[in-house]
């Protein structure tokens, strides 16, 4: 039997890294600008934690062998409860500018480690996105700028930076199953999560060889792996080959001079026949997946074959017809709901769908919106969770940006619309990508980055949602294998 006291379970960094990697920009440059800024603190921390006195621990984070940032962890025991702050800093080059990404999350609890309220905070050269939590009773009301969201927690729910002072008195058995609930805000979803004892394990740490306890924890189908020595973890094995490795504060804020390329690093070579550029169909093998828990078979795009490992899927480019008008019916009214953001009911968002949707029917009106989002925004590598509102400020970024914002315009005139997230082939590759889904009497897909209405059949779905759901895609990446079995 053995006491588990979690130093750190820390699933959000999966997300954070998803997010980097999940955009797609026009054309990938091969020389190096090298940015100065980063953004290692985020403002206001000192007046959230106060003057208390913190146990404080550390982590760095290595990527494939080679370190991208670290983890400060603080824990501080209050009279009423607790409060926990994790922040996470990771430096990359995108589009050959080093990128510095910072996301904290502070959290108070009660004596019995339920959560209270929550601020986390993503911040890059490109925004600042704050997201604050309070729960009621069994309900976690979210709050962004002015726009709340009320999502249900159950009655005993955990962040990933409060389940370890949880767990710390936990006994479990070798074999034996511990079974909660997690809320992660990082990507706005609650999920059944599974921490298991896997009994004893050698690893080497820093050129020595030592017995540690093994832990496996699952989250929203993301497994990593928790070895700890003494009642602290030494090192995780996190998805996207990421590790982290207890580390002193010296080691852990030492980052090298020049960061590692991360969508270089997630690129997939396709095998099987040559790419056709203006390509009409395409039958797809991919493998190293688990189709069941993706959205493989949707729009014109669908499933020919599938095992416990792979999937035969066709994607066929959409024939396109002139609409004058869109029968709604109960299904597909839940696409034209606002979200926290996806601001569909904001006036000005209304009043900019309208001017720029112009058209003598509903076909033109939706493809000169698409075109409207294209030219309206510069394109530009970000690294945010991003809303309609924001980027129709901004008028830039990157797929993510073009996305929200044309699935906002369009709910904004009463055309149902959805954001897709895959992969799109561009100079012998497939890149991670995130396009539209537009309801025209049937769905098609529609590429706002591209100017693309409808969307090639280069583009592979795998997931139909926002960012809670696009968070699925975590396991397939860096491990997917693409072959292209019939292009014509």
Known sequence: MVKVKLTYIFSAISFILLIVILFFIQKRETHVTISTRELEKIPGEEEILGPH?????????YLRGEKIG????????????????????IQVIMLGEKKG?????IVNTDKDFRLKTFDFFLISPDSKMKLKGERKGTKLILSYGDRKETIELGETAFLPVTLEAFLKDKEIKQGEKLSFKMFDPSVKQVADATLYYKGKEKIGLKDKEIETDVYEYEFAGITQRIFMKNGEIVREELPFDMVLVKESREEASKLGEKPIDLLFKYAVKPKGSRVKLNAKRVVYRLSNINPDVLDLEFAGQKVIQKGKDYAVIEVEKASLSEIDKININEDLKEFLKPTLFIQCENPEVIDSARKWAKGKNVSMKVENLLYKVFNYLTKEPSVTIPSAIDVLHSRKGDCNEHSILYATLLRAIGIPSQIAVGLIYQEGYFWYHAWNAVYLDKWIFADPTYAEFPASPLHIMLKLGEIEKQAEVAPVVGKIEIEILEID
Not at 53 to 61: A, D, F, Q, R, Y
Not at 72 to 82: A, L, N, Q, R, V
Request: hydrophobic share 35%.
């Open 53 to 61: 006195k913190t146990e404080i621990s550390w982590m760095g984070v």
């Open 70 to 89: 670290y983890i400060e962890t603080k824990e501080i025991e209050k009279p009423e409860g607790f409060e926990i702050s994790q922040r996470m800093f």
């Open 101 to 105: 990404v910072t996301a904290q999350t």
